[in-house]
């Protein structure tokens, strides 16, 4: 069956590596097909997060260039998600256009605390959005305060929004609620929450199988056990499908 892991962050430069672990193996790009290949991973999606230029201005525009250098290098494995920031409103949409002559609808994951704004609720990162939103992109947005994550969904219901991190039962069921009252709104399942046995099981009784991704967060997470997390799980066929790569597919038009 095939594979999209929705959530990853690759790199080029060492320094721009996020996994925890550094020492216990090469941390190369190579290793990054390399280890996806091995947990049987056949596209993976995100932004790359350069953290070492003088300015978040910087920063975002360096990730976007790597990231989209990676797709070049790397067609049909990779699927660039570009960085935005509301401190940089002309620029954000100039990075969105480079990346819709790319080919790419992905924006994210976004996250406050690496792009250095407050909240998704800044009236300059909605607005970067709504113009995301016209060109056909969607945005993978890491988790923050519920308020914060319902009044994007809110400002912006006609665009798909990937919350990322089911984290544990209680924002699970936080998740569950605000999928149910937005239908612009998804899940995916990197980083804290799939390692509790019966919690996807759960997520799809309550919203079903289509808004629901499979993302892992490498390379700070081992993929393979998001795999097999998955796999372990009693679900149909028609449900591991939407899962593991029909959902994907269907936002980032593949």
Known sequence: MKIIDFHTHPFILEEDNIKRYKET????????????????????????LHVTGKTSLENMQVSNAHALLLAREHPGKY???????????AESCAEIDKARAAGTY????SNPRRMDFKAYSDPAYIEILTYGKEKGMIV????????DMTALCEAIPHMPIVYAHPGEQERVEMHIERMRT??????DLSGT???RY???????????????LFGTDYPICNP?????????????????????YKNAERLLKL
């Open 25 to 48: 193996s090469d941390s190369t790009d190579a290793v990054v097909w390399e280890d996806t290949r091995r947990a049987g991973i056949d596209i993976i999606c995100g932004a790359v």
């Open 79 to 89: 699927v660039p998600g570009i960085l935005i920031n509301p401190n940089y409103i």
């Open 106 to 109: 992905l924006i994210g994951e």
């Open 140 to 147: 993978s947005c890491h988790s923050t305060t519920e308020d």
């Open 182 to 187: 937005h239908e612009n709104v998804y899940l």
């Open 193 to 195: 929450g799939l390692f």
């Open 198 to 212: 019966g919690m996807l099981r759960h997520l799809i009784n309550k919203v079903g199988k289509d808004r629901i």
């Open 224 to 244: 393979a056990m998001y795999v097999h997390g998955v796999l372990y799980e009693k679900l149909t066929d028609a449900a591991y499908e939407a899962i593991f």
